[in-house]
């Protein structure tokens, strides 16, 4: 802990001193040292540990991109038990992985880690050009980036997914709505922006819309904005992005799991959900946030676009209205508690943030300057701790290994599409290889229109009670179950991760427990799991009988 937190403190030491440095040079271009150290902390998260770990998000695009290179897009159907509607993680950028996999022969997992690095340098050049429109000083367009990257390394492990890469879009929608003057030019740049994002993510189609709308309306207060050619971008974004905008229509009404429908940063007060406010520090920092109420000093106010201004301003108040009223309670019952929290990103805080520190490295005396070095330094230590501590500790983020993904993929021609047991995080990375159908996953991590919740509880409470009450009455539920999947060692990733899930019961027992039923014959030994195929039977035991059971 204590060598951990020294790496952080050195990080963030030396990313000070660049920006102490690049301050005082009259150059602009100093600035890209900063950004340089900042693209590194960045990059080693997403190409790392952070993404291929157990815990992930990342195995559910595997599974889709792995699907869409055997020609299977999906698109009417949910990716791990293939039944309807589809899964709304699934999005263009996944069919497209899937299909270069197929051409190319370039895993999966690598296309999607080169993705990750894509979208670093595709959302760097789009804040950099909005930065290039909102200051006058060339230097802010670095300060930009920094406080852009080092004020949100919550989204660094998540860089190839689609709710990332549609926020190249949002921030290019919200431009083109900056400088929109009514060209033909300006109608297609805004348009196809907003159909972009709802081809990434749905939910960033309609954060793109909901920035290009409210920058328009802001220079409507002082700009003669021509309506009907932002109407027509409008109409140009809907017929281009009509076909995603008409499927998440269609799952509008459905009802969603449990598992969506409460955040990590809700709590229920007064019968109502409210949005932790602790939840938006967790997500961004604290040092940003303060950064960002400083933009209202006058010195920083002046350096920024005043649309933008009023844009930052406007944005929060909105955002303060869904996030700590009743609205938040019913924003989540549309969209899920995981997803209005990321809305935070409309509040563009970098850019007022940017405000104050282009200010302080300006202001006189020169003390100011050591303020803003201090600032960033803090910055710097958020974002290279949350590297070391999250994205690099095994206990934290277990690393999926090359040799269980080999074990996965070696699986499929006997998994494929056939229904599988393991504990909830093992099931969830070998279904991404082997394409079966897990029985037990993070209801988190698969589609909030599917009972994944009660599959996971039964999958977790045959394997922990262990009892042939018990596995009777899971096999009564799910006669098709095919095979379990167990750690080959104990003290491994993989049994370290089933000792998490499942305290009660050591995958050795479980198996021994199964033999005994005469229901599970062992298949084969990989390198990292047993491989059994079960035979379900209820003559073992008496299904009413389990709930009674330790």
């Given at each position: 802990?204590?060598?951990?937190?020294?790496?952080?403190?050195?990080?963030?030491?030396?990313?000070?001193?660049?920006?102490?440095?690049?301050?005082?040079?009259?150059?602009?271009?100093?600035?890209?040292?900063?950004?340089?150290?900042?693209?590194?902390?960045?990059?080693?998260?997403?190409?790392?540990?952070?993404?291929?770990?157990?815990?992930?998000?990342?195995?559910?695009?595997?599974?889709?991109?792995?699907?869409?290179?055997?020609?299977?897009?999906?698109?009417?159907?949910?990716?791990?038990?293939?039944?309807?509607?589809?899964?709304?993680?699934?999005?263009?950028?996944?069919?497209?992985?899937?299909?270069?996999?197929?051409?190319?022969?370039?895993?999966?997992?690598?296309?999607?880690?080169?993705?990750?690095?894509?979208?670093?340098?595709?959302?760097?050049?789009?804040?950099?050009?909005?930065?290039?429109?909102?200051?006058?000083?060339?230097?802010?367009?670095?300060?930009?980036?920094?406080?852009?990257?080092?004020?949100?390394?919550?989204?660094?492990?998540?860089?190839?997914?689609?709710?990332?890469?549609?926020?190249?879009?949002?921030?290019?929608?919200?431009?083109?709505?900056?400088?929109?003057?009514?060209?033909?030019?300006?109608?297609?740049?805004?348009?196809?922006?907003?159909?972009?994002?709802?081809?990434?993510?749905?939910?960033?189609?309609?954060?793109?819309?909901?920035?290009?709308?409210?920058?328009?309306?802001?220079?409507?207060?002082?700009?003669?904005?021509?309506?009907?050619?932002?109407?027509?971008?409008?109409?140009?974004?809907?017929?281009?992005?009509?076909?995603?905008?008409?499927?998440?229509?269609?799952?509008?009404?459905?009802?969603?799991?449990?598992?969506?429908l409460r955040g990590p940063g809700d709590v229920q007060w007064l019968g109502v959900l409210w949005l932790n406010p602790g939840e938006l520090v967790h997500q961004t920092s604290a040092v940003m946030i303060v950064l960002a109420i400083a933009g209202v000093w006058a010195s920083a106010r002046a350096t920024l676009h005043p649309a933008l201004r009023r844009f930052c301003v406007l944005a929060n108040i909105g955002l303060a209205l869904l996030f700590f009223?009743?609205?938040?309670?019913?924003?989540?019952?549309?969209?899920?508690g995981w997803m209005v929290p990321r809305l935070a990103f409309l509040g563009f805080w970098w850019l007022p943030a940017t405000g104050t520190l282009t200010a302080m490295v300006d202001a006189k005396p020169r003390p100011m300057t050591w303020a803003a070095a201090g600032a960033v330094t803090l910055l710097f230590w958020q974002g290279g701790a949350r590297v070391i501590r999250d994205y690099q500790h095994p206990e934290v983020y277990r690393p999926v290994?090359?040799?269980?993904?080999?074990?996965?993929?070696?699986?499929?021609?006997?998994?494929?599409?056939?229904?599988?047991?393991?504990?909830?995080?093992?099931?969830?990375?070998?279904?991404?290889?082997?394409?079966?159908?897990?029985?037990?996953?993070?209801?988190?991590?698969?589609?909030?229109?599917?009972?994944?919740?009660?599959?996971?509880?039964?999958?977790?409470?045959?394997?922990?009670?262990?009892?042939?009450?018990?596995?009777?009455?899971?096999?009564?539920?799910?006669?098709?179950?095919?095979?379990?999947?167990?750690?080959?060692?104990?003290?491994?990733?993989?049994?370290?991760?089933?000792?998490?899930?499942?305290?009660?019961?050591?995958?050795?027992?479980?198996?021994?427990?199964?033999?005994?039923?005469?229901?599970?014959?062992?298949?084969?030994?990989?390198?990292?799991?047993?491989?059994?195929?079960?035979?379900?039977?209820?003559?073992?035991?008496?299904?009413?009988?389990?709930?009674?059971?330790?």
């Open positions: 802990m204590i060598a951990d937190l020294l790496q952080a403190f050195w990080i963030a030491l030396f990313g000070g001193a660049l920006v102490f440095w690049a301050a005082r040079g009259a150059a602009p271009s100093r600035w890209m040292a900063p950004f340089a150290l900042t693209a590194a902390l960045v990059l080693a998260s997403p190409l790392g540990p952070g993404l291929t770990s157990y815990g992930s998000d990342v195995w559910m695009y595997v599974t889709l991109a792995e699907r869409a290179a055997l020609g299977d897009w999906l698109l009417d159907r949910e990716a791990l038990w293939l039944q309807p509607p589809a899964d709304p993680h699934q999005g263009v950028e996944w069919i497209l992985i899937g299909r270069l996999h197929h051409l190319t022969g370039v895993p999966s997992l690598v296309l999607i880690q080169c993705v990750g690095a894509l979208v670093f340098v595709a959302l760097s050049l789009a804040v950099w050009r909005l930065a290039r429109d909102a200051f006058a000083d060339p230097r802010a367009r670095w300060i930009a980036l920094l406080c852009f990257w080092m004020t949100s390394p919550g989204m660094w492990a998540s860089l190839p997914l689609g709710r990332i890469l549609a926020l190249v879009f949002v921030v290019e929608a919200a431009r083109a709505a900056l400088v929109f003057r009514g060209s033909a030019r300006d109608v297609l740049r805004l348009g196809l922006a907003v159909a972009a994002a709802f081809y990434a993510q749905s939910f960033g189609g309609l954060m793109a819309a909901g920035a290009a709308g409210l920058v328009a309306a802001v220079r409507l207060m002082s700009d003669p904005l021509p309506v009907v050619p932002v109407i027509a971008s409008g109409v140009l974004a809907l017929l281009v992005a009509s076909p995603v905008v008409a499927a998440a229509a269609a799952q509008a009404g459905l009802p969603m799991a449990g598992a969506y009223t009743p609205l938040y309670q019913v924003a989540v019952k549309f969209v899920g290994t090359a040799e269980a993904r080999a074990d996965a993929e070696d699986l499929r021609d006997a998994f494929k599409d056939q229904l599988f047991l393991s504990s909830p995080h093992l099931a969830y990375m070998i279904a991404s290889y082997s394409l079966g159908k897990p029985l037990a996953v993070p209801p988190g991590h698969a589609s909030p229109f599917h009972p994944f919740e009660q599959r996971q509880r039964d999958g977790v409470a045959a394997l922990s009670r262990n009892t042939a009450d018990c596995w009777v009455a899971l096999f009564s539920r799910y006669p098709d179950l095919k095979f379990l999947v167990t750690p080959l060692a104990e003290e491994s990733v993989e049994g370290d991760l089933w000792r998490s899930e499942i305290p009660a019961r050591p995958s050795s027992e479980v198996r021994a427990e199964l033999l005994r039923l005469h229901v599970l014959a062992p298949v084969r030994m990989t390198r990292r799991f047993f491989i059994d195929a079960i035979t379900p039977s209820t003559a073992a035991g008496n299904a009413a009988a389990c709930g009674a059971q330790p």
